[in-house]
């Protein structure tokens, strides 16, 4: 098993379909992350679960709606997304979450709306 | 504000050294590091720097300077394989991690 896995790794939406992402990590770290990779920009925090609680939403439209139900899973439902919303979506996880410590990333799902 | 700033793209060629360079400008400091991203694959840890000086670790290093806000990465015998965007994120005060947009370094023959 890999570390940290993401699922589907590409997928195509339109702007009225409800989508989740799915991931998953194998270390037994407590802290989970989405990030959004657009090109040429920097990656932009959106999400932050610590032993499954929220710890951190980055103003991330309500469109994003992140459910974590355990400290390996941790999916992120999409729901009348918009064009620009088209970007990679990564999944990380840690041990602990004061950005410290090396972040394992997934390969990312990449995202598109039509 | 908060900024990290990164070549948006270098080109070397295979066996040489290249040097990328970052510098940030963030609210406090805790700590600097690189990450390497294959086209299509998750980004990769490669160091993480909090005291100034080299950290070397085989074929790479990492330089960092925290009075003149300013990090490099060396990558020394280069090859086809390091071809790769490097990331560049800085820990602020508050723990925050804050991005630069990358490096994209294409290797040529």
């Known amino acids: 098993e890999t570390g940290v896995t993401q699922t589907p790794r590409h997928l195509v939406m339109g702007m009225t379909n409800k989508k989740s992402l799915k991931c998953e990590q194998h270390l037994g770290h407590n802290a989970m992350y989405w990030y959004k990779q657009s090109a040429k920009k920097p990656l932009e925090l959106m999400f932050v679960?610590?032993?499954?609680?929220?710890?951190e939403n980055n103003s991330v439209p309500s469109r994003f709606s992140p459910e974590c139900p355990n400290s390996s899973h941790l999916f992120l439902h999409l729901h009348t997304l918009q064009p620009e919303d088209s970007a990679l979506y990564l999944c990380?996880?840690?041990?602990?979450?004061?950005?410290?410590?090396?972040?394992?990333f997934g390969e990312g799902s990449r995202l598109t709306v039509l | 504000g908060q900024n990290i700033d990164q070549p948006t793209e270098m080109t070397a060629t295979e066996g040489a050294i290249v040097q990328i360079n970052c510098t940030y400008q963030?609210?406090?400091?805790?700590?600097l590091f690189w990450y390497q991203q294959h086209a299509g694959e998750a980004p990769t840890f490669l160091s993480y720097n909090v005291l100034d000086g080299l950290e070397e670790k085989g074929r790479f290093s990492s330089f960092l300077s925290r009075s003149k806000g300013y990090s490099y990465l060396l990558l020394k015998e280069l090859q086809m394989k390091d071809s790769a965007s490097y990331l560049c994120a800085v820990t602020d005060s508050n723990y925050q991690l804050i991005w630069g947009a990358g490096t994209k370094l294409i290797i040529k023959p």
């Open positions: 679960y610590n032993f499954k609680e929220q710890t």
């Open positions: 963030t609210s406090g400091f805790n700590g």
């Open positions: 990380a996880s840690s041990q602990g979450d004061t950005n410290t410590g090396e972040l394992f």
